[in-house]
Nanobody
Framework: VQLQASGGGLVQPGGSLRLSCATS????????MVWFRQAPGKEREFVAK?????????YYIDSVKGRFTISRDNAKNTVYLQMNSLKPEDTAVYYC??????????????????WGKGTQVTVSS
């Protein structure tokens, strides 16, 4: 499985970006999908996850709750991260990742099976 993240860029505080992560293969709908981020000098951080299919249950860390929305389109083998009301502290390289584990078992980077290359998000005036 190959993952390719895109959509990053430079945005002013309060602005929005939509990240996309396109995946190869025919089994996208069987993966729990996750977005991580890593800011300079900091550890990689779990941002949001979405369940494999069906009701697309999702989870967000507190710092992005109400501002970020994770979604997936299984027909397009793509997961998205809509980021609104961006803050300077959201500046990081954002990574998408896929796990063969079920939604409830995915809690850290250790549960991930595949990673994409990151896309840079910079929030600055």
């Amino acid at each position: 499985v190959q993952l390719q993240a895109s959509g990053g860029g430079l945005v002013q505080p309060g602005g929005s970006l939509r990240l996309s992560c396109a995946t190869s293969g025919r089994t996208f709908s069987t993966y729990t999908m996750v977005w991580f981020r890593q800011a300079p000098g900091k550890e990689r951080e779990f941002v949001a996850k979405i369940s494999r299919n069906g009701d697309s249950t999702s989870y967000y860390i507190d710092s992005v709750k109400g501002r970020f929305t994770i979604s997936r389109d299984n027909a397009k083998n793509t997961v998205y991260l809509q980021m609104n009301s961006l803050k300077p502290e959201d500046t990081a390289v954002y990574y998408c990742a896929a796990s063969m584990n079920n939604y409830w078992a995915v809690q850290t980077a250790r549960e991930m099976d595949y990673w994409g290359k990151g896309t840079q998000v910079t929030v600055s005036s």
